[in-house]
């Protein structure tokens, strides 16, 4: 039969696994399958609140029409970081790639996720995730990015008799008149004192509704206005696979006044990402091997503990499993006889082995 080279980034020959890239000859329609060990990716979410403060036309006249002194007399816009979550993905390591080949046909019995790792053996294909953040093989967290809440940017809600007025001062006059017939109106619905009354509960509720909702827009024109915008934005970190016992990194900076900057932005505050490493005594694959025998190779995963911090806040302290620093393990190849095993897409962990 014919011979095809392919190159592969450090294959597995029979389960074999070698660290560097070289030509590998299979026969042509023999069956293979390459699979990869996984990357372990870490997607942050930062969410934080963007507070808009407006100050009122007729705050000068607030006191005068409303007897109230607390009003915003200066407009100005801050944003405030809530918080950081994180969940792990995968992608391939291309680094760690590997070959099966098997002429009794086991290798056929391999299910792979959408990102090349493996999630099983002789157990049926996963559904693949929906594709998330131009990612097509990743889930989707519960928001990429978002902005939710508006400022609310409309006119006046004003009659014409008071938008004609002849003066700020009468035009705040006659505000003031509109937000108290609002309430008496309300007081006299209230103790049922109105010619006609709202059919049922529901709709004496929406008049209220509406009630208040008038009140509140004529009140902000002396009082102001306070805004909160929410954010979310979405970061991707990956651990390095050569990381020494801890490593640390900006993830982004924080400003008051501007939100999220860029890292070299020095007018925020930066927003630190750091993994200790745990250190584990795991055995060499070289040792436990079965030469001669087509295997499959699962990971063992490395750990440690991740930690975001701002300031003085720490955001994240969780601990966090990481497939690139763990190594491989060859799995007996009497277990593929008659077993259904089930492998962690994301970490190449074994989960179980069931007969």
């Not at 915003?72 to 390591?93: K, N």
Request: charge should be negative; include cysteine.
């Amino acid at each position: 039969m014919k011979k095809v080279a392919y190159w592969i980034t450090a294959v597995l020959l029979c389960g074999m696994p070698t660290g560097k890239l070289q030509a590998l000859t299979l026969t042509e329609d023999e069956p293979v399958v390459v699979y990869y060990m996984p990357q372990t990716q870490l997607l942050l979410t930062a969410e934080y609140d963007e507070i808009v403060t407006e100050v009122g036309p007729f705050y000068q006249y607030s006191e005068r029409y409303l007897g109230t002194k607390d009003v915003q007399t200066t407009a100005h816009r801050q944003f405030v970081l809530q918080g950081v979550t994180f969940m792990p993905i995968a992608c391939a390591d291309t680094t760690r790639s590997y070959v099966l080949q098997d002429k009794t046909g086991k290798a056929l019995l391999l299910s792979l996720s959408p990102f090349g790792t493996l999630a099983g053996y002789n157990l049926p294909q996963p559904t693949a995730p929906k594709p998330c953040c131009g990612h097509p093989h990743q889930p989707c967290p519960s928001a990429c990015e978002a902005t939710i809440g508006t400022p609310d940017t409309r006119l006046m809600p004003l009659l014409e008799e008071q938008l004609m007025a002849s003066s700020t001062a009468k035009m705040a006059e006659g505000a003031a008149k509109l937000i108290y017939r609002i309430r008496e109106m309300r007081l006299n619905l209230l103790a049922g004192e109105v010619d006609k009354v709202p059919a049922d509960g529901d709709a004496l509720r929406q008049v209220l509704q509406e009630m208040e909702r008038r009140e509140q827009e004529l009140t902000a024109l002396f009082v102001g206005r306070r805004t909160t915008i929410h954010h979310k934005q979405v970061f991707t970190y990956t651990p390095h696979a050569d990381a020494a016992q801890n490593e640390e990194s900006i993830l982004f900076r924080f400003s008051k006044y501007y939100g999220i900057v860029a890292t070299d932005d020095l007018s925020g505050e930066p927003v630190n990402i750091s993994i200790s490493k745990h250190s584990h005594q795991l055995v060499s694959p070289e040792k436990s091997g079965q030469k001669g025998l087509p295997t499959i190779y699962y990971n063992l995963p490395g750990s440690g503990e991740l930690t975001v911090t701002y300031g003085e806040r720490e955001l994240v302290s969780h601990p966090i499993e990481v497939a690139q620093w763990g190594v491989s393990v060859p799995l007996n190849s009497l277990l593929l006889n008659a077993s259904r095993i089930t492998f962690n897409p994301l970490t190449g962990a074994l989960v179980s082995i069931e007969k």
